[in-house]
């Protein structure tokens, strides 16, 4: 058993991870963790500032392939440039409040999250992205259930990572 949790805790170590922050729709700190060469874990924990709907906290996971279908994008300089697309769940909670002049409702949502994006991978241990995360589920506003419109226009975002 010993042996086992040894061998597993090498494995996830010596796994490629990254660390960093996405800019953009709803801001994010984001954590990715490598499974091989074309697989990752990728997960956001969101922050929605408030801007035009209140103040909440919410997140993604998403499994992403990199590179999928075998059709790396075919520009590679001194660094790598990867595509990935991935599939996942979201959810989250907005808090509501009076911001300025307007008063809004406290809402929650859940739902599947899509996520695709474009990053460069730098010769030294940096990151930079382009991606957006759709999420496709179901919400509250002022107490009425329907879909969640705002998970479909998150936005595309800039994710700016430390590799290590």
Same mark, same amino acid.
């Given at each position: 058993?010993?042996?086992? %949790? ?20 709803? $801001? #994010?700190?984001?954590?990715? &963790?490598?499974?091989?060469? $074309? ?7 969101? /922050?929605?500032?408030?801007?035009? #709907?209140?103040?909440?906290? @919410?997140?993604?996971? !998403? ?9 790396? /994008? ?7 440039? &990867? ?5 996942? @769940? ?6 509501? @409040? !009076?911001?300025? #002049?307007? !008063? ?10 899509? &996520?695709? *994006? ?18 496709? @589920?179901?919400? !509250?506003?002022?107490?009425? %259930? ?7 226009? *998150? ?10």
């Amino acid at each position: 058993m010993i042996a086992v %949790l040894a061998v597993a805790s090498i494995a996830a170590y010596a796994q490629p991870r990254a660390v960093g922050v996405n800019l953009g729709g709803w $801001s #994010s700190i984001s954590y990715q &963790h490598g499974f091989g060469e $074309s697989n990752m874990l990728d997960v956001a924990a969101n /922050v929605i500032l408030p801007i035009n #709907s209140g103040v909440g906290v @919410g997140g993604h996971v !998403t499994y992403d392939w990199i590179d999928p279908f075998n059709a790396p /994008v075919p520009w590679n300089n001194k660094g790598e440039w &990867h595509w990935y697309m991935g599939v996942g @769940g979201s959810g989250g909670f907005n808090f509501g @409040g !009076t911001y300025g #002049s307007k !008063t809004y409702d406290s809402w929650w949502y859940a739902g599947v999250a899509g &996520h695709i *994006g474009i990053e460069y991978d730098f010769w030294f241990p940096f990151q930079l992205s382009l991606d957006w995360r759709p999420s496709l @589920g179901v919400g !509250t506003n002022g107490g009425n %259930l329907g879909f969640n419109v705002p998970g479909l226009w *998150g936005g595309i975002q800039l994710g700016v990572r430390y590799k290590f």
